[in-house]
Structures are given as structure tokens and as C-alpha cells.
């Protein structure tokens, strides 16, 4: 069955850094793009980052770039989220998820309708 497993997460002080993982199984991984997605309490799914299915192509939110950087596996079947200078804003939980809609050539990384699978998701809890 389809599986994306976050790990990663966990309590951290501002201005620290986390690097969340997701384990895919279940599906041709190299075949999907990925993408990591947040919700704080309170607050509707907001996108975050995304990669294509060679690796070779990111997507970032205007508000995130340059603190998080997306990267891929595919051997490994895993995709990573590297977050520096974190900020207590930053506190939800992440999502990763899996998308076959780049085959089309037209991809929207923050669409939600976008993506066929989602993980269950990991928690960050970062503190002042």
C-alpha cells in the first residue's frame, strides 16, 4: 500500500535548525513530484516547497525562501526538508506529498488538487 512516512520533527529553538524525511513505499517514487506542505493551528494547508521528479527543479513559498531548501533520493526513496533560522511562526505540522500531475508539463507545486498522496505528518514545535 501507499505509505509516506515523515520523520523528523520535533522541539527546537528560534533560530535553529531541523531537517525533516519522508519515506515513500508503495508507489514508483521517481515518477512523482514532491512536496512538503504546513498547518499551524487554526490555519488552512500552506505550501512550502516542492521538487520535480529528477531533482532537478524547486519550488519554494515567497515567505520561506532562503531558510528551507528541498532535495530528493530517489535510490532511497526519500525526500528532505532542510529548515535553518527557525522561527516560532514556523511552529505546524508538516506534510510531505506526492504528485503525478508534472507529467502534463504544466505543475502547480501549491496546489493541494495537485498532489495524490499525503503522509500523516510530523510535528514542529519551535520555541522562543
Known amino acids: 500500500q501507499v505509505q509516506l512516512a515523515e520523520s523528523g520533527g520535533g522541539s527546537v529553538q528560534a533560530g535553529g535548525s531541523l531537517r525533516l524525511s519522508c519515506a515513500a513505499s508503495?508507489?514508483?517514487?521517481?515518477?512523482?513530484?514532491m512536496g512538503w506542505f504546513r498547518q499551524a493551528p487554526g490555519e488552512e494547508h500552506e505550501f512550502v516547497a516542492a521538487?520535480?521528479?529528477?531533482?532537478?527543479?524547486?519550488y519554494y513559498a515567497d515567505s520561506l525562501k532562503g531558510r528551507v531548501t528541498i532535495s530528493r533520493d530517489n535510490p532511497k526513496n526519500t525526500v528532505y526538508l532542510q529548515m535553518n533560522s527557525l522561527k516560532p511562526d514556523d511552529t505546524a505540522v508538516y506534510y510531505c506529498?506526492?504528485?503525478?500531475?508534472?507529467?502534463?508539463?504544466?505543475?502547480?507545486?501549491?496546489?493541494?488538487?495537485?498532489?495524490?498522496?499525503w503522509g500523516q505528518g510530523t510535528q514542529v514545535t519551535v520555541s522562543s
Open positions: 506529498a506526492a504528485s503525478a500531475a508534472h507529467y502534463s508539463g504544466s505543475f502547480y507545486p501549491d496546489d493541494r488538487n495537485e498532489y495524490n498522496y
Open positions: 508503495g508507489f514508483t517514487f521517481s515518477a512523482y513530484a
Open positions: 521538487i520535480n521528479r529528477s531533482g532537478g527543479k524547486t
